[in-house]
């Protein structure tokens, strides 16, 4: 298989055989295909495989808790290498950087899409993650997997965006309403979201500026989300109030 590469190149393999040749690594002694079409029969196509969890993976026989590991890390490679590309140029602590940033990602774009910028603590980027959807608003967007995926990639800080491709560029209420929802969801697990964009053409709006400059000046998420979870907390604690009855 590997003299076959250097041959004739990528080209001329299934996928099943790429994905096979890449198990290799850690199961050096077993036969790989069979594993690998189980992968693809699993998750529909390598990016499904390399988009699993390594829970999700492991369920899979035949692959191993180190398999599952290093199919992780491999899935990483190609936002490492982006990251390092866009570090010198684009400073994500800036507004109008990371609303062009997102603008330019978006153009052309006339169908809906949701886009989540992942960031360390110091808003050095890890990864994009694009989510398709009919809308924003739509059910399909649901927290639990912006949480997902802002766990595996161990981000701090997360940048959302969606695109209105007809307009308008202001968000509507249901938008508000649900980044309200992933806002509070997402301090509940120490990820800060920064900003949330909403793109039309060439344009963008933030409409979480107080949150983007709050952080401008203080530098400080993990005081930042403290500060969030106490609001959070308190929130809770009346609205638990409001509800009990009143006995006299």
């Known amino acids: 298989m590997r003299a076959k590469l250097a041959a004739h190149g990528s080209d001329i393999f299934d996928t099943y055989e790429l994905l096979e040749m890449l ?5 050096p002694y077993k036969d790989t295909n069979p594993i690998a079409k189980r992968l693809l029969a699993a998750f529909g ?35 490492i290498v982006r990251s390092e590309a866009v570090k010198p140029r684009i400073d994500f ?5 990371a609303g ?26 890890i990864k ?12 399909a967007i649901k927290p639990r997997k912006i949480i997902e995926a802002a766990l595996d990639c161990r981000a701090s ?21 649900n980044n309200g929802i992933i806002d509070d969801a997402m301090a509940g697990v120490d990820v800060m979201l920064l900003e949330h964009y909403v793109i039309s053409g060439d344009r963008f709006f933030g409409f ?26 308190s929130d809770a604690a009346i609205s638990m109030i409001a509800e009990e009855p009143d006995n006299g």
Request: aromatic share 14%.
């Open 128 to 139: 994009v993650c694009d989510l398709y959807s009919s809308d924003f608003t739509s059910a």
């Open 45 to 79: 196509d390598l990016e499904g495989v390399f988009s699993a969890s390594k829970e999700e993976l492991m369920m899979v026989d035949g692959i191993g808790e180190k398999t599952a590991e290093y199919i992780k890390t491999v899935e990483l490679i190609p936002y």
């Open 208 to 233: 979480m500026k107080k949150f983007n400059m709050r952080f401008a000046q203080t530098r400080n998420i993990r005081g930042f989300l403290e500060s969030k979870k106490r609001v959070i907390s």
């Open 23 to 27: 198990l290799y690594t850690t199961i």
């Open 93 to 97: 602590n800036d507004y109008e950087t």
């Open 157 to 177: 800080v997360a940048i959302l965006a969606h695109n209105h491709p007809f307009g308008p560029l202001f968000p509507s209420e249901s938008d508000v309403v």
């Open 100 to 125: 062009r940033f997102f603008a330019d990602r978006f153009k052309g774009l006339l169908e809906y899409k949701v886009s989540v910028l992942f960031l360390d603590n110091s808003l050095i980027p």
